[in-house]
């Protein structure tokens, strides 16, 4: 993969990564920018029935859900490789569509701030596996139980949290769940704890 800048063209493809494309896209891209996304928000919000669980014992994942703002990571497809890309795309984040497939405009957080249209992955609030929003015990429960095609559903938390961390980001809620998930079994009391809706990075 290559991360080199070049000559942008008229049909080159924006994704705009959040959750697992960000340490994990999967696809050759031209360009990688930190990139901020207005008006949506990463949240644990997704069952997972394939890759970090099952039906029967569903893992959690990332989802962009409506409201505050969103720091992730901008890739720039060559236009020859586009089709080929969603393509590849659909194949891995729409397994049950439970994502609503769509391109919103993203600031690019470099020098020259450049804005494009990006295509994102949008839960589907009307969808089965969509958990809205929920304590901090209810995301420990299924993070831990959750393993699916990809691997442990800690794993996935874990890796998000390293990824944002390296971007200089902190999100309160995915931090909080992560320091639990490092320190299983040491009885921190959990349950009276919300999982907040993340705006962005703290301080």
């Known amino acids: 993969m ?17 959750g697992s494309l960000m340490w994990r896209p999967g696809f050759d891209f031209i360009e990688r920018v ?17 890759h970090r669980g099952t039906p029967e014992a569903p893992g959690l ?22 089709e080929p890309t ?39 609030r009307s969808h089965v596996q969509y958990a809205g929003r929920l304590t901090l015990a209810e995301c420990l429960h ?19 949290v390293q990824s944002l961390e390296a971007l200089g980001y902190r999100e309160t809620e995915l931090h909080l769940l992560a320091e639990q998930l490092r320190h299983q079994g040491s009885g921190f009391q959990v349950s009276g704890i919300r999982h907040q809706a993340s705006t962005g990075p703290e301080p």
């Open 2 to 18: 290559s991360n080199g800048t070049g000559k942008q063209h008229s049909g080159d493809l924006w994704v705009f990564g959040y």
């Open 34 to 50: 930190p990139a901020r996304l207005i008006g949506l928000h990463r949240a644990l919000c997704v069952y997972s029935f394939v």
């Open 61 to 82: 994942v990332l989802g962009l859900d409506r409201g505050g703002m969103c720091r992730g990571i901008a890739f720039r497809v060559a236009a020859a490789a586009r």
């Open 86 to 124: 969603i393509a590849y795309l659909r194949g891995r984040e729409q397994v049950t569509t439970v994502y609503l497939e769509t391109t919103r405009r993203v600031e690019l957080e470099e020098k020259e701030r450049r804005q494009v249209r990006a295509l994102c992955f949008v839960v589907d």
């Open 142 to 160: 299924h993070v831990r139980q959750g393993h699916g095609r990809s691997g442990p559903n800690r794993d996935y938390v874990l890796d998000a």
